[in-house]
């Protein structure tokens, strides 16, 4: 049961513009998103996370989009540049209460990003 | 702080064979993930291992196993290895207190001929 679907699938944009993935899941006990960005041969490194109790979340030329009645999220990346050119994945995870970590992540599939001069 | 180190980055079996893949989790962390990463597939949870017990398990045969030391390095084993088995093993380390990020290793390419 894929509890996170994960789209586009791949994903060509040009230098500057604007790149969105977006995500669904259906657990609602869910309440950590994170996204993972991943290179060849390489492995996912942590791009930037989000709680439920805020709608947004911004870093740097990355941002999360975070709808909780419609069970989605989003990435934005802006001003996309080559180098972002990676495939991104959207995780989703229940925080331990007890030792606030969030372990057992289940991912999307994947968009792969291609940015273009 | 150096990151989350796994060895061997390469590795080729054969069916039948095991295998124990190594993780060393960032300094200070005390919970390590293991995950399977194949192109049909995708990324799957495979357990967390935090103070030497498993407190997470996915839904993978009891082939797949682990294992975590006292000083937080965390082994996996493949038992009786199967073509399927052929995958990217990818390490994760968090630590407690307040912290939820999981920073992955470059993770260790099993080939299963």
């Known amino acids: 049961q894929q509890q996170v679907k994960q789209s586009p699938q791949s994903l060509i944009v040009q230098k500057g513009g604007i790149s969105i993935i977006n995500c669904a899941y259906e657990n609602t006990a869910f309440d950590y998103f994170p996204w993972y960005q991943q290179f060849p041969g390489k492995g996912p490194a942590l791009l930037i996370a989000?709680?439920?109790?805020?709608s947004e979340k911004k870093e740097g030329r990355f941002t999360i989009s975070f709808n909780k009645s419609a069970k989605q999220f989003s990435l934005h990346i802006m001003d996309s540049q080559p180098g972002d050119s990676a495939t991104y994945f959207c995780?989703?995870?229940?925080?331990?209460?007890?030792?606030?970590?969030?372990?057992?992540?289940?991912f999307g599939t994947g968009t792969r990003l291609q940015v273009t001069l | 702080k150096a990151g989350v180190t796994q060895t061997p980055r390469y590795l080729i079996k054969t069916r039948g064979q095991q295998v124990t893949l190594s993780c060393s989790p960032i300094?200070?962390?005390?919970?390590v993930s293991w995950y399977q990463q194949t192109p049909g597939q995708g990324l799957q949870f495979l357990f967390e291992?935090?103070?030497?017990?498993?407190?997470n398990k996915g839904n993978f045969p009891g082939r797949f196993s682990g294992r975590q030391f006292s000083n937080s390095r965390s082994e996996m084993n493949v038992s009786t290895l199967e073509l399927g088995d052929s995958a990217l093993y990818l390490c994760?380390?968090?630590?407690?207190?307040?912290?939820?990020?999981?920073?992955f290793g470059p993770g260790t390419r099993l080939t299963v001929t």
């Open positions: 995780a989703a995870s229940m925080v331990s209460g007890s030792t606030g970590t969030a372990s057992k992540l289940t």
């Open positions: 994760a380390s968090s630590s407690q207190g307040g912290l939820v990020e999981q920073y």
């Open positions: 291992y935090f103070s030497e017990t498993q407190r």
């Open positions: 989000i709680r439920p109790d805020v």
């Open positions: 300094s200070g962390h005390r919970s």
